[in-house]
């Protein structure tokens, strides 16, 4: 069966701490996505990783990914509040156009 | 502006009811998707259309159905055989091609209650 695991699913943080969420996933996928859900809204597209040590960074977040260890990891840098939402992986199923997606993590950044 | 546009927001249904949920892109996307979100959990494809007048089920067809006579729509009628309906509904599209990146782009959602 074809998953997609992120841990944790709940984090909450102090505002400046560092902090990384994992993606693993069960099947071969070279490309892997993260969006962020602000509550009650829409996803908004953050990284696409397409490649094996693929690295992206936006910001206070750095998104790698690692397909021989089927893991990709969404690192945040001196948190600050505005980041606090929820973060979805989801891996691209052999393109064929469709993505299986993580249970997300929700994260709280306290000031 | 481009982007994806869903109406309505909210929308109530009374049991027994079929309602259709809008999705309109002017990104010039291929793909079209709905998914369903419930509180607290991830997203669970519902349906998807790589190109005009064909479309394929996702995991959770069941109770739903969808057409796509246009480029631009993708509306989702949630029938009555949908047993529990209520949830946030999500469409998104994408632009497939050999140097694409394949991301999806989401609209704005519709919340779909049954009374």
């Known amino acids: 069966e074809l998953k997609v695991e992120q841990n944790p699913l709940f984090l909450s943080m102090q505002e400046g701490k560092n902090y990384t969420i994992y993606c693993n996933y069960s099947t071969t996928s070279d490309r892997l996505y993260w969006y962020r859900q602000d509550p009650g809204k829409s996803l908004e597209s953050l990284f696409v990783?397409?490649?094996n040590g693929a690295v992206k960074q936006e910001g206070r977040l750095m998104a790698s990914l690692d397909t021989k260890a089927r893991l990709s990891t969404l690192h945040i840098t001196a948190a600050v509040h505005d980041l606090s939402a929820t973060y979805f992986c989801a891996v691209d199923m052999d393109s064929n156009y469709q993505l299986i997606w993580g249970a997300g993590t929700k994260l709280i950044i306290k000031p | 502006d481009g982007g994806i546009t869903q109406s309505p927001k909210y929308l109530f249904r009374k049991e027994g009811q079929n309602v259709t949920l809008s999705c309109e892109q002017n990104?010039?996307?291929?793909?079209m998707y709905w998914y369903r979100q419930d509180p607290g959990q991830g997203l669970r494809l519902i349906y998807y259309s790589q190109i005009v007048n064909d479309f394929q089920k996702g995991d959770i067809a069941e109770g739903y159905s969808v057409s796509r006579e246009k480029k631009e729509s993708f509306p989702l009628t949630v029938t009555s055989a949908q047993k529990n309906p209520t949830a946030f509904y999500l469409c998104a599209s994408s632009f497939e091609g050999q140097l694409s990146t394949d991301t999806q782009y989401f609209g704005p959602g519709t919340r779909l209650t049954v009374l």
């Open positions: 990104l010039n996307h291929d793909a």
């Open positions: 990783l397409l490649s």
